[in-house]
């Protein structure tokens, strides 16, 4: 099966971990990224991300700016 990969991007180890604890038992892939930096990163080396989990606050580019 193909599943859906999704991107979390939050500047929070805890909320990253407890969102992807979710969705892997969800049977989504999941990558993290802990700023907007890191996202835009992940995004130019990987075109097969479905959904993104964005947080709007964070330091560097935050979610306004990135989304």
Same mark, same amino acid.
């Given at each position: 099966?193909? @599943?859906?990969k999704?991107?979390v991007? $939050? $500047?929070?180890?805890?909320? &990253?971990? +407890?969102?992807?604890?979710?969705?892997?038992?969800?049977?989504?892939?999941?990558? +993290?990224?802990?700023? #907007?930096?890191?996202?835009? &990163?992940?995004?130019?080396?990987?075109?097969?991300? $479905?959904?993104?989990?964005? $947080?709007? &606050? @964070?330091?560097?580019?935050?979610? #306004?700016?990135?989304?």
């Open positions: 099966t193909n @599943m859906a999704i991107l991007v $939050d $500047d929070e180890f805890e909320i &990253r971990s +407890l969102l992807k604890e979710f969705l892997e038992k969800n049977e989504f892939q999941v990558e +993290l990224a802990v700023d #907007g930096e890191d996202a835009l &990163r992940i995004l130019e080396n990987n075109n097969s991300i $479905d959904l993104i989990i964005l $947080d709007h &606050r @964070m330091p560097n580019l935050d979610g #306004g700016t990135v989304a």
